[in-house]
């Protein structure tokens, strides 16, 4: 799926030399989730044309994430050969569009231009929680859209982030500011890289839906009891629904009209253990 965050035609393929093991699973269907682009027959044309036509990235997938050389192999071997330059930059584009939210991940300033960042206020997320003096988790911290919003408030607080150049760009950031209270980390809603009982306040923002019932007993092993779990996302203009699997979880939710256009609903559950 393509979120248009991106024109295509402003990026090199090369881009794809800069993604994460993870991505690139994802790439060739072997993500957390093998429903996707990978099952779309013109995808894996289009991929096929762009690793066979690039062997930096071939062998980049291939060494970088060995689970996947079968399928880099296959599909190179079914690609057409002697294809012109114009054909090869078709493909390229669209690759990059299909997987533009990847792309976005690699280069974080552009992340930050995205209306759901750059039009969000931290005022939302304040108003979902006392930040003071607690201790914080944030999952997929991203650019810091929700860390840096309540840094000067907690205790401590600690992003993770699976992306390692949005984690190298959160620790510019932090570096810049002379944040002394923040720490930086690898780590997925789904393996959450510390102990039990840890934290105040774990938050998120579009982070949870690949498995709610996994990665809602993965953030309340790591909460505190009586320690809040937060799902605050950006700004958007996309029509939504209450999530059922939220309710039925044990969030409590609050609403309200993006000035984009989007139905915004933001869920917070109080963990007792």
């Given at each position: 799926m393509s979120f248009n965050w991106i024109n295509p035609?402003?990026?090199?393929?090369?881009t794809?030399?800069?993604?994460?093991?993870?991505?690139?699973?994802?790439?060739?269907?072997l993500g957390k989730t093998t429903v996707g682009h990978y099952a779309n027959e013109e995808y894996r044309h289009?991929?096929?044309?762009v690793l066979k036509y690039n062997h930096a990235i071939q062998w980049y997938f291939s060494e970088k994430c060995p689970e996947v050389k079968k399928r880099v192999d296959n599909l190179v071997k079914n690609t057409q050969n002697n294809l012109l330059q114009d054909d090869?930059?078709?493909?390229?584009?669209?690759?990059?569009?299909a997987k533009d939210s990847f792309v976005v991940y690699v280069y974080p300033e552009i992340m930050?231009?995205?209306?759901?960042?750059?039009h969000w206020k931290a005022e939302t997320l304040i108003s979902m929680a006392d930040f003071h003096n607690k201790i914080v988790l944030d999952i997929g911290s991203g650019t810091g859209r929700l860390a840096f919003s309540v840094i000067n408030m907690v205790k401590e607080l600690y992003a993770i982030d699976p992306v390692d150049r949005l984690r190298e760009y959160l620790k510019y950031k932090r570096d810049k500011l002379g944040i002394k209270n923040m720490r930086i980390l690898d780590g997925t809603i789904e393996e959450i890289p510390f102990p039990e009982n840890i934290f105040?306040?774990?938050m998120s923002g579009h982070v949870m839906g690949d498995d709610y019932d996994k990665e809602m007993e993965e953030m309340t092993?790591?909460?505190?009891?009586?320690?809040?779990?937060?799902?605050?996302?950006?700004?958007?203009?996309?029509?939504?629904?209450?999530?059922?699997?939220?309710?039925?979880?044990?969030?409590?939710?609050?609403?309200?009209k993006s000035k984009l256009g989007g139905d915004i609903y933001n869920y917070k559950k109080k963990i007792i253990k």
């Open positions: 035609e402003n990026f090199s393929i090369n794809l030399l800069l993604m994460d093991k993870w991505i690139i699973m994802y790439f060739l269907g289009h991929l096929g044309i090869i930059r078709k493909s390229e584009m669209y690759i990059l569009d930050e231009e995205l209306d759901y960042i750059k105040d306040i774990v092993r790591v909460a505190k009891n009586g320690g809040y779990i937060i799902t605050c996302v950006g700004e958007d203009n996309s029509k939504r629904e209450e999530n059922k699997d939220m309710i039925r979880l044990g969030f409590e939710y609050t609403y309200y």
